[in-house]
């Protein structure tokens, strides 16, 4: 393909994840927004999501799967407590 036809692609390329990217954060801001209210604007909503998406991308995905994991835990330790108080 060339040296610089492959930069056209690669730009287009980028041109393209970053609108991806920009809708991405756009529906998350407006489910952010949904589950919170009022209280929450759609702006806020973006912030917070293209910060997360962020610390994700930096960080990698053993991250989030370490965050799974204590929230696992934790949800498993209130079922238990929700189970035994419904069982008598």
Known sequence: MGYWPSKL??????IMQIGWGIIGCIIAGQMFSAING?????????????LLIGLIATFGIAIVHTVE???FYV????DREHVS???G
């Open 9 to 14: 692609a690669c730009i287009l390329n980028l």
């Open 38 to 50: 009022a209280g929450l604007s759609m702006a806020v909503g973006c912030v917070i999501s293209a």
């Open 69 to 71: 994991r204590c929230v």
């Open 75 to 78: 949800h498993c330790k209130d």
């Open 85 to 87: 108080s419904w069982a």
